[in-house]
């Protein structure tokens, strides 16, 4: 006995609700206040199409008799292998939700949408190998429709597998951040792009297997060559777009499985994903179409850090910087990676409160692509329960920095660099950063000045009149200044 989600109107307006569900958590996430709230109302709708597709495919076993009668009941050897699927995906999940620290949140992220690439490779492998499964063929020959959803299912959830897995490396820090140039790649992308899309239309006409396979073979290799040339102070964009590819890949392999509710969310992740990536290319001002070209990240400046040590800088202790910030009347605290990778951000919070106690006026400044993937810089702030209502993003509080006393950057190095705008060869020539070399003085928080930031190039503002450099792990530094604060 089959039934078919297509007929079953039940089935169709549950899809409707969680689809309606998936689109208030969008709105939801669009504001920190609401975030919480759309994150219920996407669980509720992923909760609404579990059940549903469970429940409109559940494993029947069809018993004929001689006189034309027949019994059917549930396969409940089928259904308890689900089960158990579902327990150990639902298992991994949890466990690791409750133990990722945020710091690794963005190579989390990044490892996540690469399942996805996996698992749409391998539902559209299922239905190529096994088509009348899928009630997609007749006599074993795949309908044409079908043919052109399973060859983009396959050719973007393969860009997406092992693209994902290149970002994951890179910010995991088992690749390097700088970019990989390879000779005439563009040229190299566009034939193996050219192939694929060829290959699928020829597919269309001929559902032969080598074409299938060659199709997910030079996907797997294009989705790595788009994603080893683009430099790491560029990864925010790119966990961005493959968070878009990854929606795009589950929408064509909804079509391929009959099933509404992969369509909308597939569509819903792809477009919000695409239009953020959007954005925060028009942020860095970058070109939204080198960002799916791939490579766009330049090479790092030759030689700037190894003159960072020939030049002047002045080192300050924490309690200079409890005093000078005392003393301010604005004090615009930028966090960046280094404050995430130290844990500081609650701490960090007790300083912007005893500041507050003393009549100070604590705002913090949110570059769009500070820390390694959109809106980390918030996430961690409001975990440490930061009021939203002090926090502001680049283009509302720039314009303050040169009316500031005093600029707090903790652990941001690329997202302040004036290089930015006044050095072309530099790879992050062209984006915009904060403003804190404007403020009349800026207390600078890092490990050492040997270090750069994560696209390899030095900062200027270390070396400043009105610069102070605090040189410590991050969450000690802040730790020290609250002491002297107090």
């Known amino acids: 006995m089959e039934h078919s989600?297509?007929?079953?109107?039940?089935?169709?307006?549950?899809?409707?609700?969680?689809?309606?569900?998936?689109?208030?958590?969008?709105?939801?996430?669009?504001?920190?206040?609401?975030?919480?709230?759309?994150n219920r109302f996407g669980m509720i709708g992923m909760i609404i199409a579990v059940v549903t597709t469970l429940a409109t495919h559940l494993p029947w076993v069809v018993q004929s008799f001689g006189d034309d009668s027949f019994v059917a009941h549930l396969d409940t050897m089928t259904l308890l292998e689900i089960l158990v699927a579902i327990g150990i995906g639902a298992t991994i999940g949890i466990v690791t939700a409750r133990k990722i620290a945020m710091t690794d949140m963005p190579q989390l992220v990044a490892a996540f949408h690469s399942l996805v690439g996996l698992a749409a490779v391998l539902v559209a492998a299922a239905a190529f190998l096994n088509p009348g499964a899928f009630g997609i063929a007749t006599d074993g020959v795949i309908f044409t429709q079908s043919r052109i959803e399973m060859g983009l299912g396959v050719a973007i959830g393969a860009i997406t597998f092992s693209g994902s897995v290149i970002a994951f490396l890179k910010l995991n820090g088992n690749m390097g951040g700088k970019p990989i140039m390879l000779?005439?790649?563009?040229?190299?992308?566009?034939?193996?792009?050219?192939?694929?899309?060829?290959l699928i239309a020829y597919f269309t006409q001929d559902q032969s297997a080598w074409i299938f396979w060659t199709v997910t073979g030079l996907s797997f290799a294009i989705g790595f060559l788009l994603i080893i040339p683009i430099g790491g102070a560029d990864m925010p964009v790119v966990v961005s777009m493959i968070n878009s590819y990854s929606g795009w890949a589950a929408a064509a392999m909804g079509f391929t499985l009959h099933n509404t509710a992969m369509i909308i969310t597939g569509a819903l992740v792809g477009s919000s994903g695409a239009i953020l990536s959007y954005i925060m290319c028009r942020a860095m001002n970058r070109s939204f179409i080198s960002v799916i070209a791939g490579g766009f990240g330049g090479d790092s400046a030759a030689g700037a850090v190894a003159s960072a040590t020939d030049r002047p800088w002045k080192r300050g202790s924490a309690e200079d910087a409890a005093f000078l910030m005392q003393q301010a009347e604005q004090v615009i605290i930028v966090p960046g990676y280094g404050m995430a990778v130290a844990q500081a951000q609650h701490v960090l919070r007790e300083m912007g409160d005893k500041l507050k106690e003393h009549g100070v006026r604590v705002k913090y400044a949110i570059h769009p692509v500070a820390g390694r993937m959109p809106g980390h810089m918030n996430v961690l702030l409001a975990e440490a329960n930061v009021p939203y209502d002090e926090v502001f993003e680049l283009e509302d509080i720039n314009s303050e920095f040169a009316q500031t006393d005093v600029a707090f950057v903790i652990g941001a190095n690329d997202v302040t660099n004036p290089a930015a705008k006044t050095d072309k060869t530099s790879p992050i020539y062209g984006m915009p950063v904060l403003d804190v070399g404007k403020a009349k003085t800026v207390l600078f928080v890092k490990r050492s000045m040997g270090g750069v930031g994560y696209a390899g190039v030095d900062n200027d503002v270390f070396y400043m009149d009105n610069t102070m450099m605090l040189l410590a792990d991050a969450k000690k530094m802040v730790e020290e200044i609250v002491k002297s604060l107090d």
């Open 5 to 38: 989600i297509a007929v079953n109107p039940w089935a169709s307006l549950a899809y409707l609700v969680a689809g309606v569900c998936f689109i208030l958590a969008l709105r939801g996430l669009s504001s920190p206040t609401s975030s919480q709230r759309g």
């Open 183 to 198: 000779p005439g790649r563009h040229v190299l992308n566009l034939a193996v792009l050219a192939g694929i899309l060829g």
